[in-house]
């Protein structure tokens, strides 16, 4: 996928719905909202808060409300287009011109600020804490310098690490893996460094 610079290249660049976009565009120009490019398309955003973006494919084109979830949905229009992977996200698929209401599409809008302007959103989930494995658990337990050294590594470098002795699936096996990564650990340095 194409990434633009500017949503005048975007527009530009589609292959269908041009028309149809600078009509989105010209409807989410005369509200509050800002008007940038984050990973290559059109999104508009509020106090520095992604709100809403467009986008166009083959068959539809559509505005992303990035905390849909939370809109009250009278009209029925948003759907969540990743379920179970995607918990704010909404989108308003449009199939042709006729379908873009500027009235009802400014309202979601407004709603979609004020809840911006509330502090309301739903975040990331938070992750589990990780669970050591008894091997790792013992050795940095044993040693202070190297368990604070795992505490400062990144959470993905920890969960390297965690994963690497878990899947061991002999004790020994174990125990050699923990021995090998803990001058790794406590030279501050990830598992896969060497690979990145």
């Known amino acids: 996928m194409k990434r633009y610079k500017t949503v005048d290249d975007y527009i530009d660049g589609s292959e269908n719905w041009q028309d149809e976009l600078r009509t989105l565009r010209k409807i989410l120009s005369s509200t ?42 009278d009209q029925k229009a948003l759907i969540n287009a990743q379920e179970g992977v995607t918990k704010a996200l909404r989108q308003w698929r449009m199939n042709s011109a006729k379908e873009i209401r500027p009235a009802v599409i400014k309202r979601y809008v407004r709603e979609a600020i004020q809840l911006v302007k509330d502090g309301r959103g739903i975040g990331p989930a938070r992750k589990k804490r990780l669970a050591l494995p008894p091997e790792l658990k013992v050795a940095l337990q044993q040693n202070e310098a190297t368990n604070k050294k795992f505490s400062e590594l990144t959470p993905g470098r920890q969960r390297d ?36």
């Open 32 to 73: 509050e909202l800002q008007e940038e490019v984050k990973w290559g398309a059109p999104c508009y955003t509020y106090a520095g808060k992604n709100v809403v973006g467009i986008g166009a494919f083959k068959a539809y084109l559509g505005l992303w409300f990035y905390q849909g979830a939370l809109l009250k949905e």
């Open 161 to 196: 690490y965690v994963e690497y002795i878990s899947s061991a699936k002999r004790a020994e096996t174990k125990r050699s893996r923990v021995e090998k990564i803990l001058p790794m650990i406590k030279s501050g340095a990830g598992l896969h460094d060497k690979y990145r």
